[in-house]
């Protein structure tokens, strides 16, 4: 019943920053890690990064590791991507997942239990 909400998604100059929010509706996802993905039309959906419910144990993908940052808030029941130093190959669409698996999110994503709709980042040059 649990629905993923993101937002922050736009049109941004290579080189520019941006952040994404992720917020679940309906009630609280407790304990659950969160992550983020992207997806490029007509290419497989692709890990981004992943964060515990406390926030100590991050993952991120080899393509953002330095540039994107992960955390989340409990309190605002909010989880984020600060992305930095955005390059064209980062246009995508930007979905968020929760799930009570660390090894589920980060390894087999397609059987998370909450997906978000996606928004859109599109990086020009």
């Known amino acids: 019943q649990v629905q993923l909400v993101e937002s922050g998604g736009g049109l941004v100059q290579a080189g520019n920053s941006l952040r994404l929010s992720c917020v679940p509706s309906?009630?609280?996802?407790?304990?659950?890690?969160m992550g983020w993905f992207r997806q490029i039309p007509g290419e497989e959906r692709q890990f981004v990064a992943a964060?515990?419910?406390?926030?100590?144990?991050?993952a991120y993908a080899d393509s953002v590791k330095g540039r994107f940052t992960i955390s989340r808030d409990n309190d605002k029941r909010t989880m984020y991507l600060q992305m930095r130093s955005l390059k064209s190959e980062d246009t995508a669409v930007y979905f968020c997942?929760?799930?009570?698996?660390?090894?589920?999110?980060?390894?087999?994503?397609?059987?998370?239990?909450?997906w978000g709709q996606g928004t859109q980042v599109t990086v020009s040059s």
């Open positions: 309906g009630r609280s996802l407790g304990s659950y890690v």
């Open positions: 997942a929760a799930d009570l698996s660390w090894r589920t999110l980060t390894t087999t994503p397609v059987e998370c239990e909450y």
């Open positions: 964060i515990t419910f406390g926030g100590t144990k991050t």
